[in-house]
């Protein structure tokens, strides 16, 4: 089964900045929509931002518009979300995944990673 890999969780204090990665070894990303979800202890998986294969576009959830930044790096396979003004409520674990279009439905992706914890304490 085809799978991406995140990478870049840790321990960060509140404002602080953390960029995940999202990767593959056995297909081309840039082929495909990645998309970023995330899942707090006790709550449903949600979206929290999408790149699209197609021209580019990004999409964001209302909750970190204007924080998070999504971007490629197609010369390394690469999908990064770039996390600045950390708050505490965006502690949890962080998925990406792959599909031929950006949705906001985790049931439309494919391809999942295994995800990578992020927690944004004092």
């Known amino acids: 089964q085809l799978q991406v890999v995140e990478s870049g969780g840790g321990l960060v204090q509140p404002g602080g900045s953390l960029r995940l990665s999202c990767t593959a070894s056995e297909f081309t ?3 495909y929509a ?3 979800f995330r899942q707090a202890p ?11 294969s197609s021209d580019g576009s990004t999409y964001y959830a209302d909750s970190v ?3 998070f930044t999504i971007s490629r790096d197609n010369a390394k396979n690469t999908v990064y979300l770039q996390m600045n003004s950390l708050k505490p409520e965006d502690t949890a674990v962080y998925y990406c995944a792959a599909d031929l279009a950006c ?8 391809y999942w990673g295994q995800g990578t914890q992020v927690t944004v304490s004092s």
Do not use: H, Q, T
């Open 29 to 31: 990303l840039n082929y």
């Open 34 to 36: 990645i998309g970023w």
């Open 42 to 52: 006790g709550k449903e998986r949600e979206g929290v931002s999408c790149i699209s």
């Open 65 to 67: 518009k204007g924080r």
């Open 103 to 110: 949705s906001w439905d985790r049931e439309e992706y494919d």
